[in-house]
């Protein structure tokens, strides 16, 4: 299924990027562990993660990547290109949490012909607020270019 393309032209700063919501929870801990073989044991040992300093265990830095990436990939579209992207990893997400992804147009400009989306990105759950801020710089297709 093909995803709805924007256009440069039709984005607006302040616009929501449409996001989503993971429930942290024991099973997730374990497939991200698994599937990303980061078996730090304050990702999946609660007394490890409490000796370490940590209230308990938390979800790794690759989840939490991958799932603000998602807002935008799911945003952009086919023809939308992920130039550059950062976050900052400042709070946790742990079992019980559910950690909510979101982002909104922050600027739009055209740069050596390219046509620029500047967005906010990030996740927050409840417990923390927002935990890891985020800057994601996407270029999209121009109606001109496409006419």
């Known amino acids: 299924m093909k995803r709805p393309q924007p256009y440069w032209e039709d984005v607006q700063v302040g616009d929501d990027l449409p996001g989503f919501e993971l429930e942290i929870n024991a099973k997730r801990v374990f497939l991200q562990i698994s599937g990303s073989q980061d078996w730090y044991p304050v990702h999946h040992d609660p007394e490890f993660a409490r000796e370490a300093g940590h209230q308990d265990v938390f979800m790794n830095t690759g ?85």
């Open 63 to 147: 989840l939490t990547q991958a799932a603000l990436v998602r807002v935008v990939t799911d945003w952009m579209g086919d023809e939308g290109f992920l130039r550059k992207f950062y976050f900052e990893m400042r709070r946790q997400h742990r079992p019980g949490d559910v950690m909510a992804c979101k982002g909104r147009v922050a600027d739009k400009y055209v740069q050596d012909a390219r046509h620029f989306v500047e967005c906010e990105v990030w996740a927050e759950n409840e417990r923390e607020g927002v935990t890891t801020p985020g800057r994601a710089w996407v270029i999209l297709p121009s109606r001109e270019e496409a006419a």
